[in-house]
């Protein structure tokens, strides 16, 4: 069973940084098309921050171009998120997500990682 694990949440003043990382655990025997973080605030839906595709092109939201950069890393099966100049407004709790397929499936599956907070204080 293919689990995404987050990590690198965290309390950060405004205008810091944090690292996110999300990793594919329980097999290695699985391909990985394309990953994304997104984000959900309080009382608002969830929203995308940035995508990369299998090929590593990056797209992102207009809120956190300049400031955020997504990079994967294929024979770990992770995808990460540097998040610089950080802003009160980028609080929320941040997902990995993923479409996965086992090695003999035929087809693609969407995952989702339990959610990492980020605060960021004024």
């Known amino acids: 069973q293919v689990q995404l694990v987050e990590s690198g949440g965290g309390l950060v003043q405004a205008g810091g940084s944090l690292r996110l990382s999300c990793a594919a655990s329980?097999?290695?025997?699985?391909?990985?098309?394309?990953m994304a973080w997104y984000r959900q605030a309080p009382g608002k839906q969830r929203e995308l921050v940035a995508t990369v595709t299998s090929g590593g092109s990056p797209n992102y939201a207009d809120s956190v171009k300049g400031r955020f950069t997504i990079s994967r890393d294929h024979a770990n099966h992770a995808v990460y998120l540097q998040m610089n100049s950080l802003k009160p407004e980028d609080t929320a709790v941040y997902y990995c997500?993923?479409?996965?397929?086992?090695?003999?499936?035929?087809?693609?599956?969407?995952?989702w990682g339990q959610g990492t907070q980020v605060t960021v204080s004024s």
């Open positions: 997500n993923a479409d996965i397929r086992h090695i003999g499936d035929t087809s693609y599956a969407n995952y």
């Open positions: 329980g097999t290695i025997l699985i391909l990985i098309n394309d």
